[in-house]
């Protein structure tokens, strides 16, 4: 089974929807992050939580909300989508001092907004 | 503004040749990663360099990492199809584990 799932994989909504996209880990890490990825742009960080009572914006979070249920959960929200919120959306977590300090990755939750 | 550059952002090699992709970055950082991303896929962790002049190999990818210049390198050995992906670098600017990516070099590994 998958380290870092994510839910949906895929998703069509339209402009004005609120959806939500989550994210479980079974690594059993503190920090989890949602970055966000356009063509061309790389990956950019949109929140990241270093334990349930800890969220943090990241450099692009306006438009997005998150919520940390648990240590392995991380939801990430659009309250109200617009087309320009149209990516690649992953969820990472990470453990400093362990694991060699990297982020693991999941899989990845494809949004089109119409 | 922090800035992690890449380059080149496309690359087309011939399998056999050898090849440097470079990542430049802005901020003081001793720490730099270097993930792969398949077309359609998840980005996997290939090295992880956490000092000035830390060199990692694995296989045909070497990565080393200058702090003073604020570079990092992947060197590609006698390249063969399978490496064709895209390759990020990310550096952690000692904030604490928050990663700064590159725009990623797509490499395309032709026959």
């Known amino acids: 089974d998958a380290d870092v799932t994510q839910t949906p994989r895929n998703r069509i909504t339209k402009t004005g929807k609120r959806i939500m996209l989550e994210c479980s880990q079974t690594?059993?890490?503190?920090?989890m992050y949602w970055y966000r990825q356009d063509p061309g742009l790389g990956l950019q960080l949109i929140y990241y939580?270093?334990?349930?009572?800890?969220?943090n914006k990241g450099e692009i979070s306006d438009g997005y909300s998150v919520s940390r249920q648990a240590q392995a959960k991380f939801s990430l929200s659009l309250e109200s989508a617009i087309p320009n919120q149209t990516a690649l959306y992953f969820c990472a977590t990470s453990a400093p001092g362990q694991d060699t300090d990297t982020q693991y990755f999941g899989p990845g939750t494809r949004l089109t907004v119409l | 503004e922090l800035k992690v550059e890449q380059n080149p952002l496309f690359l087309s090699m011939q399998e056999g040749k050898n090849y440097t992709i470079y990542c430049n970055y802005s901020?003081?950082?001793?720490?730099l990663y270097w993930y792969r991303q398949d077309p359609g896929k998840s980005l996997e962790s290939l090295f992880v360099?956490?000092?000035?002049?830390a060199v990692k190999q694995e296989g045909r990818l070497m990565a080393s990492l200058d702090t003073k210049a604020r570079l990092s390198t992947l060197h590609i050995t006698a390249a063969v199809h399978d490496l064709s992906a895209t390759y990020f670098c990310a550096v952690d600017p000692n904030t604490g584990n928050q990663f700064y990516f590159g725009t990623g070099t797509s490499l395309t590994v032709i026959p």
């Open positions: 939580s270093f334990d349930v009572k800890d969220i």
């Open positions: 901020t003081t950082s001793d720490r």
């Open positions: 360099l956490l000092s000035n002049g």
């Open positions: 690594k059993g890490h503190d920090r």
